[in-house]
C-alpha cells in the first residue's frame, strides 16, 4: 500500500493561512490504513487547526469529510455539492488522490496534509517498511521476491558491491543485511541459483514522464 506521513502543522497551518473556510478531505484508502489520512486523523488536524486559529484570534472554520478512496472518480459524486461552499480543500490522501481531488475540482484551491512516502507493507499497529519504489522494471520474479532497488542501498540491479561483509552485512550499518546476499541465500535454497548469473542492461529511465497504465483485461474497454 502507499504509506503516508503528515506535514508539520505549521506547514499545513501556513499553506490554508489565507483561506477562512477549508474542507479536509479524508480518504478511506491506503492512508486510512497506515494511520495518517482516515476520518480519525481528519479529525485530529481539525481539532488542531481551530485551537490553533482561536489562540491567534484569526477566524477559520475546517470541517471534515471522509470518502473511501481519493483515486477513484466513483467516490467523488458526494463531495460535488459539498465543496461549493468552501473556499479551500485540504487533502489526506497521497499525491495521487491529491492531484485527482485537484482535478475534479480545478476552480478550488487544493493543498496536501500528508507527504507520500512510499508504497510498503504493515508490520505492525504505526510500523510500516518499504518494499518497492514503482521502478516500472519489476525483477522480483528472477531475485527470489527480494527487491535489490528498495533493500540494496546503492539499488544494485547486478549483484553486491564489494563493501558486503562475511556475515551479510551491508557497508552502510551493520544492522542492514545486504540485499544480494540474502537473494543469493533464498535463490540457493530455492535451487534457482542460475538467476543471479543474468546481466541486467542498463535501465530505461522513465519517471520524468507522467504514467499511465491499463490493465490488460480492460484494454478493449478504453481502445478508440
Given at each position: 500500500?502507499?504509506?503516508?506521513?503528515?506535514?508539520?502543522?505549521?506547514?499545513?497551518?501556513?499553506?490554508?493561512?489565507?483561506?477562512?473556510?477549508?474542507?479536509?478531505?479524508?480518504?478511506?484508502?491506503?492512508?486510512?490504513?497506515?494511520?495518517?489520512?482516515?476520518?480519525?486523523e481528519v479529525?485530529?488536524?481539525?481539532?488542531?487547526?481551530?485551537?490553533?486559529?482561536?489562540?491567534?484570534?484569526?477566524?477559520?472554520?475546517?470541517?471534515?469529510?471522509?470518502?473511501?478512496?481519493?483515486?477513484?472518480?466513483?467516490?467523488?459524486?458526494?463531495?460535488?455539492?459539498?465543496?461549493?461552499?468552501?473556499?479551500?480543500?485540504?487533502?489526506?490522501?497521497?499525491?495521487?488522490?491529491?492531484?485527482?481531488?485537484?482535478?475534479?475540482?480545478?476552480?478550488?484551491?487544493?493543498?496536501?496534509?500528508?507527504?507520500?512516502?512510499?508504497?510498503?507493507?504493515?508490520?505492525?499497529?504505526?510500523?510500516?517498511?518499504?518494499?518497492?519504489?514503482?521502478?516500472?522494471?519489476?525483477?522480483?520474479?528472477?531475485?527470489?521476491?527480494?527487491?535489490?532497488?528498495?533493500?540494496?542501498?546503492?539499488?544494485?540491479?547486478?549483484g553486491p558491491?564489494?563493501?558486503?561483509?562475511?556475515?551479510?552485512?551491508?557497508?552502510?550499518?551493520?544492522?542492514?543485511?545486504?540485499?544480494?546476499?540474502?537473494?543469493?541465500?533464498?535463490?540457493?535454497?530455492?535451487?534457482?541459483?542460475?538467476?543471479?548469473?543474468?546481466?541486467?542492461?542498463?535501465?530505461?529511465?522513465?519517471?520524468?514522464?507522467?504514467?499511465?497504465?491499463?490493465?490488460?483485461?480492460?484494454?478493449?474497454?478504453?481502445?478508440?
Amino acid at each position: 500500500m502507499i504509506v503516508g506521513e503528515r506535514k508539520p502543522f505549521e506547514e499545513i497551518k501556513e499553506m490554508i493561512k489565507s483561506f477562512r473556510k477549508v474542507l479536509n478531505v479524508g480518504c478511506g484508502g491506503c492512508t486510512s490504513i497506515c494511520m495518517a489520512g482516515g476520518q480519525r486523523e481528519v479529525g485530529i488536524l481539525n481539532e488542531e487547526l481551530q485551537m490553533a486559529s482561536k489562540q491567534e484570534g484569526i477566524p477559520l472554520q475546517v470541517d471534515g469529510f471522509t470518502i473511501e478512496r481519493q483515486c477513484n472518480a466513483d467516490f467523488f459524486s458526494e463531495l460535488d455539492e459539498m465543496v461549493k461552499t468552501y473556499d479551500a480543500l485540504l487533502s489526506m490522501a497521497c499525491g495521487a488522490g491529491v492531484q485527482f481531488l485537484a482535478d475534479r475540482y480545478p476552480a478550488k484551491p487544493v493543498f496536501p496534509a500528508l507527504n507520500t512516502v512510499f508504497v510498503g507493507v504493515d508490520r505492525d499497529i504505526g510500523w510500516f517498511e518499504e518494499n518497492c519504489r514503482t521502478c516500472r522494471e519489476c525483477v522480483l520474479g528472477e531475485t527470489g521476491g527480494i527487491c535489490p532497488v528498495t533493500r540494496c542501498a546503492k539499488s544494485l540491479f547486478n549483484g553486491p558491491c564489494g563493501g558486503t561483509s562475511r556475515e551479510g552485512k551491508c557497508e552502510v550499518s551493520k544492522d542492514t543485511p545486504c540485499a544480494w546476499f540474502e537473494i543469493h541465500k533464498r535463490l540457493k535454497e530455492q535451487n534457482r541459483l542460475e538467476n543471479i548469473l543474468k546481466v541486467k542492461p542498463a535501465r530505461e529511465w522513465k519517471n520524468q514522464t507522467q504514467g499511465t497504465l491499463v490493465q490488460e483485461a480492460y484494454k478493449k474497454r478504453y481502445a478508440k
